[in-house]
């Protein structure tokens, strides 16, 4: 066990689409731990607001109006970061949009607009925060955020699990990359009551009586581990500080009362022929060999009790 700090006095970071929702329950913990924070949002008075929520509560704050997926963004938030508190230490890519569609309906713009935002605004702000992480010289956190339909897929959202399985394999690669500069790189895949999941029919009625102050039931809160925004928010803090220093190149489940460690990819059954294979061969053995327990796909369905 870590006896090590999650204090965060002194450390500076970025959160992009912190204006709202989960990327402001970010901020807002990352501030709560002491850090001093850039709060990004593409609507300038409601990253204003954000900003102001948390000086007022004692935090430290400024707004930074930008849309993410530009390396012209992408500098702006470090620099920001540097001219404001002096220096860089974590950021957290949260900014994200939707487009859902089945493939045959999603048009390139659907598409394009998704990637933009996720998954090149991803790639922009940590190349440019690990320039300026670099030549710091001591070290760093990027904390990417994931998402279940990364990790398993899920119908009607072609663009946006793409970007999400990127953004997995950006951690993947990053990790290793960066090692040698001490910048730390994971991906958090939150699970919560936001925008953009109050759309679930299954969930919708429990999320607006929690929105009039009924609390989420435990069948949510932990057998789905599904809950508010504030309760993903403690990762991001415990991944930007010194207790997380060894914690690298993993993608890391939070939500409602539940916190898990999700698996990489990775062989789950082989066979060999002698010579190798051809079309026969394989179809002689598929199913009582490699193909005998295909793995799933997709979320699992809520599991809602009876009334």
């Given amino acids: 066990m870590s006896n090590a700090s999650?204090?965060?006095?002194g450390k500076v970071a970025v959160v992009t689409g912190s204006g709202r929702g989960l990327g402001l329950a970010y901020a807002t913990a990352l501030a709560k731990a002491g850090a001093s924070v850039v709060v990004n949002d593409l609507d300038e008075a409601i990253a204003e607001q954000a900003a102001k929520s948390i000086t007022e509560a004692g935090g430290k704050a400024v707004a930074e109006a930008v849309a993410v997926g530009t390396s012209e963004a992408a500098e702006r938030l470090v620099a920001r970061a540097v001219s404001e508190f002096g220096r860089l230490d974590t950021v957290v890519?949260?900014?994200g949009i939707l487009r859902d569609k089945v493939l045959w309906k999603m048009t390139d713009d659907d598409f394009d607009a998704v990637i933009t935002t996720h998954l090149k605004g991803t790639f922009t702000l940590a190349r440019a925060a690990a320039v300026q992480l670099r030549e710091q010289?001591?070290?760093g956190s990027l904390i990417l955020v994931g998402s279940p339909a990364g990790q398993r897929g899920n119908f009607g959202q072609t663009?946006?699990?793409?970007?999400?399985?990127?953004?997995?394999a950006f951690v993947r690669t990053w990790s290793m990359e960066l090692a040698?500069?001490?910048?730390?790189?994971?991906a958090i895949i939150p699970v919560a009551a936001t925008a953009m999941t109050e759309t679930i029919p299954?969930?919708?009625?429990?999320?607006?009586?929690?929105?009039?102050?009924?609390p989420l039931p435990d069948f949510l809160r932990k057998g789905e581990g599904f809950g508010t925004a504030d309760d993903c928010a403690a990762l991001v803090p415990f991944l930007a500080s010194a207790a997380a220093r060894d914690v690298t190149g993993q993608c890391i489940g939070i939500g409602g009362d539940k916190l898990a460690l999700w698996s990489h990819p990775q062989e789950a059954r082989v066979a060999y022929a002698d010579g190798g294979w051809t079309p026969e061969t394989i179809a002689a053995v598929w199913h009582s060999s490699v193909g005998s327990e295909p793995e799933s796909v997709g979320i699992p369905a809520p599991r809602i009790p009876e009334a």
Wanted: charged residues 10%.
């Fill in 93 to 95: 890519t949260n900014a």
């Fill in 202 to 214: 299954a969930f919708a009625p429990y999320i607006t009586a929690n929105r009039a102050g009924a």
């Fill in 180 to 186: 040698r500069a001490g910048i730390t790189v994971n």
């Fill in 159 to 168: 663009n946006y699990a793409a970007a999400k399985a990127g953004i997995a």
């Fill in 6 to 9: 999650t204090d965060l006095t």
């Fill in 137 to 139: 010289g001591e070290g």
